[in-house]
C-alpha cells in the first residue's frame, strides 16, 4: 500500500492539526500523487459545521493548506529524482495562504482537494489547490510554502517543551 506524504514526516514534526499522523484529534489528511496533481480525500464531520449542511471556511482553509505544504515538499522529492524516505528530508511551512470560496460547501460528501505545483524557486513552492465536493469546485488557494530544515523545526518543537 502506499504511503501518503505525510506518513514520511518525523515523529517530532507529525503533531499539525490539519496534517499530523500524531494528533489524535486532527484531522490526519493523506495526500497522494495522481499523475501531475496532488490528491486528498476528506469526509467532514457534523462539528465542522458553519451552517446546517455546509462545512465552516476554516476546514476549507486547513484543507488547502496542509494538502498544499505536503504536495510541496513531496515536489522537492521528486524534482530532486529520489523518494520520500531519503536523506535530507524535506518540510515545509506555510509562508502564505490566500483561498478564494466559490460556494457553499455541502457538508454530506466527502471533498476532495487536488494539488498543482505551479514553481519551485529554491527554497520556496508554490501551489494551486481545489477543493472539490462531487464535480463542483467550492473554493480553490494559492499557498507558497518555505522549506524549513527538520533540525531547526525539532529545535522548536524541544524549546516549547
Known amino acids: 500500500m502506499e504511503k501518503a506524504f505525510q506518513d514520511y514526516y518525523s515523529d517530532s514534526t507529525s503533531h499539525c492539526y490539519g496534517c499530523g499522523r500524531l494528533n489524535e484529534v486532527g484531522l490526519q489528511i493523506k495526500s497522494y500523487w495522481d499523475g501531475d496533481e496532488s490528491v486528498t480525500r476528506y469526509e467532514p464531520r457534523p462539528h465542522h459545521t458553519a451552517i446546517p449542511g455546509y462545512v465552516y471556511g476554516g476546514l476549507i482553509a486547513s484543507l488547502i493548506d496542509c494538502h498544499s505544504t505536503g504536495t510541496a515538499a513531496a515536489a522537492m522529492y521528486r ?16 509562508a502564505k495562504l490566500q483561498v478564494e470560496y466559490l460556494r457553499p460547501t455541502p457538508i454530506d460528501q466527502v471533498l476532495e482537494v487536488r494539488g498543482r505545483v505551479e514553481r519551485i524557486e529554491g527554497r520556496k513552492v508554490t501551489v494551486h489547490s481545489s477543493l472539490f465536493a462531487g464535480a463542483v469546485e467550492c473554493a480553490r488557494g494559492e499557498v507558497l510554502a518555505i522549506e524549513v530544515p527538520e533540525s531547526y523545526l525539532e529545535d522548536m518543537v524541544s524549546q516549547a517543551k
Open 79 to 94: 524534482a530532486e529524482g529520489r523518494s520520500m524516505d531519503s536523506e535530507p528530508g524535506h518540510r515545509f511551512l506555510t
